[in-house]
C-alpha cells in the first residue's frame, strides 16, 4: 500500500520490485521514446510474463528501445536488431529472424529449449 516503507533509495524491495517501479515511473511520465534495458532482468517468470503483457499495452504509439536478453521480450517488437561484438549483423520481426536461421534464431532456440 502507499505507507509500505521501502527504506533508503528502496533498500527494503526486491530487485523485481525495485524494476517495476522504475518502469511505472517511466510509463507515468509518457515519454514520446520509451527506453527499456533489461526490462524482466531481475524478476520471476511469473512477474516476466505480466511485464511483458504490459509492455503490449504502454508500448503503442511510441518508439520503444528494447535492450534485451531474454528474447521472449521483445518477441513482438515490430523490428529486432541482434548485435554481435557491437555490430548489427540481423534485423527483422521474430518471424523473419527465425525463418533467417542465424544467430538469432539459435538464441532462440537455446531459450525455447528446442
Known amino acids: 500500500g502507499y505507507a509500505t516503507v521501502v527504506g533508503e533509495r528502496g533498500q527494503k524491495l526486491s530487485g523485481g520490485q525495485r524494476q517495476r517501479i522504475s518502469i511505472a515511473r517511466a510509463v507515468l511520465k509518457d515519454p514520446p521514446v ?28 511510441r518508439t520503444t528501445l528494447v535492450v534485451a536478453h531474454r528474447l521472449s521480450t521483445i518477441v513482438n517488437a515490430d523490428r529486432i536488431y541482434v548485435l554481435d561484438r557491437g555490430r548489427i549483423i540481423e534485423t527483422g520481426s521474430h518471424t523473419e529472424l527465425i525463418a533467417a536461421d ?5 538464441l532462440w532456440k537455446v531459450q525455447a529449449g528446442i
Not at 44 to 50: M, V, W
Not at 102 to 106: F, K, T, W
Request: hydrophobic share 40%; charged share 20%; net charge negative.
Open 34 to 61: 520509451l527506453i527499456l534495458d533489461e526490462a524482466t532482468s531481475a524478476v520471476d517468470n511469473e512477474t516476466e510474463a505480466a511485464i511483458q503483457r504490459s509492455m503490449q499495452v504502454i508500448t503503442q504509439g
Open 102 to 106: 542465424g544467430l538469432y534464431a539459435s
